[in-house]
Antibody
Framework: QVQLVQSGAEVKKPGASVKVSCKAS????????IHWVRQAPGQGLEWMGR????????SCAQKFQGRVTMTRDTSTSTAYMELSSLRSDDTAVYYC??????????WGQGTLVTVSS | QSALTQPPSASGSPGQSVTISCTGT?????????VSWYQQYPGKAPKLMIY???KRPSGVPDRFSGSKSGNTASLTVSGLQAEDEANYYC??????????FGGGTKLTVL
């Protein structure tokens, strides 16, 4: 069965970087884009960007350009999202999701990133 | 890219129908047939309920249906059940390889 398993919770100081992983199983990793979506406490969902695991090509929302880096390791079927220059308003649950038909059919369990001094 | 507009809350009694709207622009909702809807329980990951405006993934009850008119998409839940109480989010593909979410609607079953 399709599964996306994310790395554990992180606590970071302002200005630091965080790297979240998303390990895929149960399907051909290179056959589907992986998207990253975040959710601040008590808030809605926010699309961050996507990566093509086959080509490694990526794109992100304008808001995150210059701060987010998406990579992948095909040998371990793992996608990564690194967010730099962290601020307190980056505190959120970060999700990876598999893309199909312009929607997201499988989601990771979420990774809580807390930014606090 | 601005977020899509959803009502913050909606409610209905068991057995009734409720419709949640999702308003965007011609650059997102109105320009593509790529609107999807997600159900999210507190503390859980979202679940895909509707994709490409009207299509239901396998396993989603046919009580859930989607539609679109112009720049506004809608999710209708018929025959409301207690388990339908959750937050619902719409999203749309947008010009320039972007995706945009709605602010979310909390559905309460009275």
């Amino acid at each position: 069965q399709v599964q996306l398993v994310q790395s554990g919770a992180e606590v970071k100081k302002p200005g630091a970087s965080v790297k979240v992983s998303c390990k895929a199983s149960g399907y051909t990793f290179t056959g589907y884009y992986i998207h990253w979506v975040r959710q601040a406490p008590g808030q809605g969902l926010e699309w961050m960007g996507r990566i093509n695991p086959n080509s490694s090509g990526s794109s992100c929302a304008q808001k995150f350009q210059g701060r987010v880096t998406m990579t992948r390791d095909t040998s371990t079927s793992t996608a990564y999202m690194e967010l730099s220059s962290l601020r307190s308003d980056d505190t959120a649950v970060y999700y990876c999701a598999r893309h199909i038909n312009y929607s997201f059919d499988y989601w990771g369990q979420g990774t809580l990133v807390t930014v606090s001094s | 890219q601005s977020a899509l507009t959803q009502p913050p809350s909606a409610s209905g009694s068991p057995g009734q129908s409720v419709t949640i709207s999702c308003t965007g622009t011609s650059s997102d909702v109105g320009g593509y047939v790529y609107v999807s809807w997600y159900q999210q329980y507190p503390g859980k990951a979202p679940k895909l309920m509707i994709y490409e405006v009207t299509k239901r993934p396998s396993g989603v009850p046919d009580r859930f249906s989607g539609s679109k008119s112009g720049n506004t998409a809608s999710l209708t839940v018929s025959g409301l059940q207690a388990e339908d109480e959750a937050n619902y989010y719409c999203t749309s593909y947008a010009a320039g390889n972007n995706w945009v979410f709605g602010g979310g609607t909390k559905l309460t079953v009275l």
